[in-house]
C-alpha cells in the first residue's frame, strides 16, 4: 500500500481514537493510547493517514526487562484499508525506528500467525517472567549482542487497567 507513514502528531490523538474505537470491540485500546501518552510511556508512535482519514496506527511504549525492550500494541488498521499491507508496513517501520535508536528488543502479546513473518517468536520470549507469558507473548531480537535469558519483563504500568 502506498502511504505515506509519518511520526505521530498531537492533531492526530482523536483519529487516532476513532480509529482504535473502530478496530477494536471496546474503548480500551483507545483509553490504553491515551494513558500511555499521559504516563509518557510512548516511546515511538506512527501513523498512515490524514487527521480527517486516518488509515492506520502503531505504538511502541516502554517496557520494563533485563535490556532495553519496547511493548508493540496496539496496532490498528482501518477496515478500508486492511489487507494492503500496511499493518505490516507500520510493524516494519516502527521496529526499524526501534533499531536505529538502540532499542534492544520488541515484545508484542499478539496472533503468532501474523507477527511471526516480521521475526517475533514465541520461543524468544518463554524464558521471561511476565502475567502474559504463554503462546501469544513473542519477541523481536533487534541487535547483534547477546541478551540476557531470564528475568521479569512489564509492559507499561497503563496496560495494568486493561487486566482489571
Do not use: H
Not at 514465541?122 to 504463554?134: K, N, Q, T
Amino acid at each position: 500500500m502506498a502511504m505515506e507513514i509519518r511520526d505521530f502528531d498531537a492533531n492526530d490523538a482523536g483519529a487516532i481514537r476513532t480509529l482504535l474505537r473502530a478496530a477494536f470491540p471496546g474503548p480500551q485500546e483507545a483509553d490504553l493510547v491515551e494513558a500511555i501518552r499521559r504516563d509518557g510511556d510512548a516511546v515511538i508512535e506512527l501513523v498512515a493517514g490524514k487527521v480527517d482519514a486516518m488509515a492506520g496506527a502503531l505504538l511502541l511504549s516502554r517496557m520494563r526487562a533485563p535490556f532495553r525492550a519496547l511493548g508493540l500494541g496496539p496496532l490498528a488498521v482501518a477496515e478500508g484499508a486492511r489487507g494492503r499491507g500496511l499493518g505490516a508496513a507500520l510493524v516494519r517501520s516502527g521496529a526499524g525506528r526501534a533499531r536505529a535508536q538502540g532499542w534492544e528488543a520488541l515484545f508484542v502479546l499478539g496472533e503468532p500467525d501474523y507477527y511471526r513473518r516480521f521475526g517475533f517468536d514465541v520461543a524468544a520470549a518463554a524464558c521471561y517472567e511476565s502475567p502474559y507469558a504463554g503462546p501469544y507473548l513473542m519477541m523481536l531480537t533487534l541487535t547483534e549482542r547477546a541478551l540476557p535469558k531470564s528475568g521479569p519483563i512489564a509492559y507499561a504500568p497503563a496496560f495494568a487497567a486493561l487486566e482489571s
